[in-house]
Nanobody, 115 residues
Framework: VQLVESGGGLVQPGGSLRLSCAASGFTFSRYVMSWFRQALGKERELVAT????????SFAGSVKGRSTISRDNAKNTVYLQMSSLKPEDTAVYYC?????????WGQGTQVTVSS
């Protein structure tokens, strides 16, 4: 099982980015996918979740209205599009897959929002 995040980097405040998470080794289309983030010295927090079919999404209040989560089950990939980025969005972003009592994590990708 692998979850490989990409798309992180240094972004200026007010900018945008799209994170990707490529999955392999399990039946991606049957798993609920989420993005979490963890800032230095803070607990990991849920950012966004998408249902297995993509028909339902939810967001943390801190990113609602400026983030979109989507998935392509044909490509086994989930995306997180974020805009109007703020310094407080700086964190390591993790991809998560949950279903059937299984819980998988990626290694994370660093997002730094700074001028």
């Amino acid at each position: 099982v692998q979850l490989v995040e990409s798309g992180g980097g240094l972004v200026q405040p007010g900018g945008s980015l799209r994170l990707s998470c490529a999955a392999s080794g399990f039946t991606f289309s049957r798993y609920v996918m989420s993005w979490f983030r963890q800032a230095l010295g803070k607990e990991r927090e849920l950012v966004a979740t998408i249902s297995s079919t993509g028909s339902s999404t939810s967001f943390a209040g801190s990113v609602k209205g400026r983030s979109t989560i989507s998935r392509d089950n044909a490509k086994n990939t989930v995306y997180l599009q974020m805009s109007s980025l703020k310094p407080e969005d700086t964190a390591v972003y993790y991809c998560n897959a949950v279903a059937f009592g299984r819980n998988y994590w990626g290694q994370g990708t660093q997002v730094t929002v700074s001028s």
